[in-house]
């Protein structure tokens, strides 16, 4: 009997890690995808906005056909009229600002610099997690957080080529990040709605996309006409918003086999990875031991962060299946 059940597991983490290793594949391939699209040195579609409106438009298309036309996939119920208003509207404008900044900070700094500043999200969705009431202020996530900062002033101290602007549009996308999470954390929380990550595409990606829509128009849309782009590189295009949205299917799979958390894990694994291969795939790309080791320690940081977030959802987890025990002999008992 304990052969077929250790059969059993091994396959089980056996398809845990293949996934885990698609996540990473595609997550970083995403990032150089983009980057090799909005280059002026390769396809040269310098248009972040109408990039990451295309990828809405598709994801929200996509997301139609296979939950209501196919039905491969099944949308979670309990969406009101409320919380669509006060959460997925919020949380879809910052994701529309997340993916319209981060991907027009590609225009001016380099990716492995860009993954460098990102390390900062955590104290970013700590800090806005405390003015919320989401989060808790204590001497261990003080240091912690400034063990994150440190790192990431002392990798931005050993770029060779900073770009200011560029540094603002990645740390808006940063803001802009931050910001869906706490309201993400407060769908969940305070409104009661868990959402796998199809419901949330299926929910968020129309009104991303008319989040990004209303600006590209006045922004975008009158430069693409006075340069002739809307040779739009079809097949490219395409390609690249099938990739985003393949990234956000192996999201689902990794989660509906393991945790939140562990695509947090294993987003530090990825961020390393883009970091060390934009270096030798990008000619913008110069490491120093001064950014390597600052990022190092604002890694660092962010592990202990996830892990005292590990620690803090086991306590919850075992409170929770406590009460459900005291609740169930009072529910059956008889006057």
């Known amino acids: 009997m304990a052969d ?67 039905k491969i996939l099944k949308v979670e119920e309990g969406m009101t009229l409320e919380i669509y208003t ?23 700094i380099s990716v492995a610099f860009a993954q460098m500043l990102k390390a900062i999200m955590p104290v970013a969705v700590f800090i806005l997690g405390v003015a919320a009431g989401l989060e808790v202020m204590s001497c261990r996530m003080l240091l912690i957080m400034s063990v994150i900062s440190f790192g990431v002033l002392v990798a931005s101290y050993g770029e060779i080529n900073i770009s200011w602007i560029g540094v603002v549009y990645q740390m808006g996308g940063v803001v802009g990040e931050s910001l869906r999470l706490i309201f993400m954390e407060i769908l969940v929380k305070r409104k009661g709605l868990k959402l796998n990550p199809i419901s949330i595409m299926y929910y968020v990606s129309p009104c991303s996309a008319l989040c990004l829509f209303i600006p590209w128009i006045f922004l975008e849309k009158p ?40 695509i947090r894990v294993a987003g530090v694994v990825k ?52 009460q459900a025990e005291l609740t169930i002999p009072m529910a059956t008992c008889k006057p």
């Open 86 to 108: 006060t959460s997925v509207i919020p949380i879809g404008a910052m994701f529309a600002m997340t993916l319209w900044l981060g991907n027009t900070a590609y225009l001016y």
């Open 271 to 322: 961020d390393w990875v883009v970091v060390l291969v934009s270096a030798l795939l990008f000619a913008d790309t110069k490491l120093t031991v001064i950014n390597l080791f600052g990022y190092g320690i604002a890694i660092a940081g962010v592990a202990a962060y996830n892990n005292h977030k590990l620690k803090r959802e086991a306590i919850r987890n075992i409170s929770d299946d406590s």
């Open 4 to 70: 077929p059940v250790k059969k059993k597991m091994l396959k089980e983490e056996i398809i845990t890690y293949a996934y885990l290793i698609l996540y990473i594949a595609l997550s970083s391939g995403q990032i150089f995808f983009n980057k090799w699209v909005l280059s002026s040195k390769e396809i040269n579609f310098p248009y972040p906005l109408g990039l990451t409106l295309l990828h809405m438009v598709f994801s929200s298309v996509l997301c139609f056909i296979l939950t209501k036309v196919f």
């Open 223 to 262: 430069k693409m006409d006075a340069h002739g782009m809307w040779n739009l590189h079809p097949v490219v295009l395409t390609l690249n918003s099938l990739c985003t949205f393949a990234l956000n299917l192996s999201v689902f799979l990794v989660i509906s086999h393991t945790s939140a958390l562990t």
